[in-house]
């Protein structure tokens, strides 16, 4: 599974951004797909995540940031809004297979400023 991420960039505090990423086509079914992020000098966390119509969130994400998945279960985006310099980091997009195997995409860099 190769796993394509788009739509980074530079946003003010207060802005909005929107992640997307598309799953190739591939033997292997996705079970779970989301985002997880890691910010310079931190440890990567989870941001969100969706599995069969059940969506997880960060706690800092809860009311800020959306993920929706597309019927075909190829392609989810991240819609994320009050961004905050916090927020600044690269953001991954991940995916967990059914053959119980994890997958990354590229980061794509998002940067908040103040």
């Known amino acids: 599974v190769q796993l394509q991420a788009s739509g980074g960039g530079s946003v003010q505090a207060g802005g909005s951004l929107r992640l997307t990423c598309t799953a190739s086509?591939?033997?292997?079914?996705?079970?779970?797909i989301g985002w997880s992020r890691q910010a310079p000098g931190k440890q990567r966390e989870m941001v969100a995540s969706?599995?069969?119509?059940?969506?997880n969130y960060g706690d800092f994400a809860k009311g800020r940031f959306t993920i929706s998945r597309d019927k075909a279960g190829k392609m989810v985006s991240l819609q994320m809004t009050g961004l905050r310099p916090e927020d600044t980091a690269v953001y991954y997009c991940?995916?967990?297979?059914?053959?119980?195997?994890?997958?990354w995409g590229q980061g794509t860099q998002v940067t908040v400023s103040s």
């Open positions: 086509e591939s033997t292997v079914r996705i079970a779970a």
């Open positions: 991940t995916a967990l297979g059914t053959d119980n195997q994890g997958y």
């Open positions: 969706v599995s069969g119509g059940i969506t």
